[in-house]
């Protein structure tokens, strides 16, 4: 599974991005995906996620009312949106999927950086105060 993330760029305080995360070259249409970002020299972070269905959603507590996780099943892509941004929203966000096993429910969710499968690069967020 490929993973192409995009939608970065610099935003003032108070803006918004829209990023994108495109899955390619796997056997579903739908994943479990996560949003993360991480600064350099720092751990990755958790931002958000959506389960396979896509009925479950799940926010870190610094985005919650601020970010929304979203997917179109048809594009096979998951969005984030970042509305009023703040200049510590700045990072690099990278997208990641799990593909769904056995044991898995379609309504799971996942929030460990180690629950997941695949990675896509990094896109740079840069919120200027």
């Known amino acids: 599974v490929q993973l192409q993330a995009s939608g970065g760029g610099l935003a003032q305080a108070g803006g918004s991005l829209r990023l994108s995360c495109a899955a390619s070259?796997?056997?579903?249409?739908?994943?479990?995906t996560g949003w993360f970002r991480q600064a350099p020299g720092k751990e990755r972070e958790f931002v958000a996620a959506?389960?396979?269905?896509?009925?479950?959603?799940y926010y870190a507590d610094s985005v919650k009312g601020r970010f929304t996780i979203s997917r179109s099943s048809a594009k096979n892509t998951v969005y984030l949106q970042m509305n009023s941004l703040k200049s510590e929203d700045t990072d690099d966000y990278y997208c990641?999927?799990?593909?769904?096993?056995?044991?898995?429910?379609?309504?799971?969710?996942?929030?460990?950086?180690?629950?997941?499968?695949?990675w896509g690069q990094g896109t740079q967020v840069t919120v200027s105060s």
């Open positions: 959506i389960s396979w269905r896509g009925d479950k959603k």
């Open positions: 990641a999927v799990r593909e769904r096993s056995r044991y898995d429910s379609v309504h799971d969710f996942y929030t460990g950086a180690s629950e997941y499968d695949y």
């Open positions: 070259g796997g056997t579903s249409n739908t994943y479990a």
